[in-house]
């Protein structure tokens, strides 16, 4: 059972400094930690020209589109090395598409533009040695850029160097101990680093990078018309909410103009994608990118190769887009089986996890490309960070997931003296170690942390709410007023309300196997409401007619047969 914790009500002060915003919306505003006018104004209305920022705050952006125009115009092979994730893929084609394009324009050999994303299985994440040294002898490439990768690989980056590979590293990742310093770093958490906006996902700071060579062709002759990088944004958009970054500040402003790029996106493969999945151009939201579009371009790295995606998001003809698109979906298919069983034993495996303040499971033969969902679907089982990890041989390949206020990186760091390689973000992680025995000292020691580290309440699971309010104030003007804090996503979740003391006017279980509940309530006014909870199908039983409960929800319109009708989604429920 969650607490609920409602957020504190906005002051009547606070009111009179903002007498302009109602209460509803202004409790909202200050819950998502705005506390100023311009910053509201900001939130409320995002605007290209004046709230994204110029990709020449790079300290290293002039030097690094310098480089690959020299590499352009003295034919070299260009390799963009990314990551295998839906943030790397996206990021990759960003870069690909543009170069060629480029090339294209100014009479370049857009043959020299290659790419290259490692096997998650065989290869792992990141630029291996190998990999160099695979890119210099077979591929002759003379400029690596790499994409949501490379920060942490200075031992490859610096061989690269010696064999003839200039590097530009486009990452976001946590800092390592030491930077691959011989590289361009186009990142904007490096010690020193004046870019404004610290939490660009790789594909946004690809973005950059795009988007400065862009200018730079213009100023060679390239025809570009004003705004052509704005054609990138779909890209972003997807990374943006696949790589769970915050949907605030200058985020936000590409998430919402990359959506409205999305929505009539050129991309033939991503068109082919929303018609294999079930969704429409013109409707698609952060949601859509969530479930549709993320989980079939990760079903490629996950499954197979994260070449199927990368090659569906650069697909020109529709033929070719079409099988490509089809084939992704037959993967995710694959994945949604291979994870749910994954998941069922490593729920066997953990039981009841009394005491544990991180939880780990690992098995022989659990797949590297899926124990990252695993431990995503375990962390909200069990409100504790999780770390999940397959065995092969030797071999341990792990990845994590955390809750609010841990970092779960800080713990690999920890038992960083048995780890092979490790890395990641605060909330999301992976590793690998070789050896049983390391790997056992290596969770001891990541236990430890986390004990440490985590008191019994940061473990006792927490429902946010936004805020209380009577289900009377349920309403189309609400509802639309909503719509202005659109993209809704990390740092700027769906409103959540809670209305107390309201009464069950009817109830009964619906869907498969009567898993979902159907409710309708009743306001102290009179004023019925629509309802209807996903997974609370046992409440049928619970719940009588008349009966008086506390209800938390999302407000939300249900459509069919052309009708709009208002309903609320239930969160969670509690009798009175």
Known sequence: MKRWVVQEPVSHDIQRQFPEFDGIILQLLWNRGLRTQEDMDIFLGPDWSRDTYTPELFMNMKQAVSRVF???????????????????????????????????????????????????????????????????????????ITVDCGISNKPAIDRGQKLGIDTIVCDHHTMPAELPTSAILIHPLVPGETFPNKQLCGTGVAFKLASALIHEARLRGAEFPEGHEKWLLDLVAIATVTDVMPLAGENRVLEKYGLLVLNKTRRRGIQKLLDVAGSTLGQLDTVSIGFQIGPRLNAAGRMTHANEALNLLIEEDDLGATTLALRLHELNIERQKASQLMYEQAKRQVGEAVGESL?????????AGLVGLVAGKLVNEYGRPVLVVGKDGEKFVGSGRSIEGFDVTKA?????????????????????VTGEE???????????????????????????IDAE????????????????????????????????????ASCSAVGKEGGHLKLRLQSQTGKLVEGIGFGFGDWAEKLSLGQSVDVVYEIQVNEWNGNRQLQIRIVDLQQN
């Not at 790997?439 to 699971?461: C, G, Q, R, T, V």
């Not at 993209?487 to 003391?501: H, Q």
């Open 70 to 144: 020299q590499a352009l115009e003295k034919k070299e092979v260009i390799t963009i090395h990314g990551d295998y994730d839906a943030d790397g893929i996206c990021g990759t084609a960003v870069l690909v598409t543009t170069l060629r394009e480029l090339c294209r324009t100014l009479s370049f050999d857009e043959r020299k533009v290659t790419s290259y994303i490692p096997h998650r299985e065989k290869e792992g994440y990141g630029v291996s040695i190998e990999t160099i040294e695979h890119l210099h002898a077979h591929e002759q490439t003379k400029l690596m």
């Open 359 to 367: 939880i780990v499971a690992y098995q022989d033969g659990w797949g």
């Open 412 to 432: 690999l760091h920890h038992a960083s003296e048995y780890l092979d390689k490790f890395g990641g973000h605060p909330q999301a992680c992976g590793f690998s």
């Open 438 to 464: 390391r790997f056992h000292k290596a969770i001891a020691m990541m236990k430890a942390y986390a004990s440490a580290e985590l008191k019994p309440e940061n473990l006792e699971p927490r429902l946010q």
């Open 469 to 504: 309010i009577l289900l009377g104030d349920i309403g189309w003007e609400l509802f639309d007023t909503l719509q202005a804090f659109q993209p809704f996503g990390t740092g700027n979740p769906l409103p959540v309300f809670v209305s107390r003391g309201v009464r069950v």
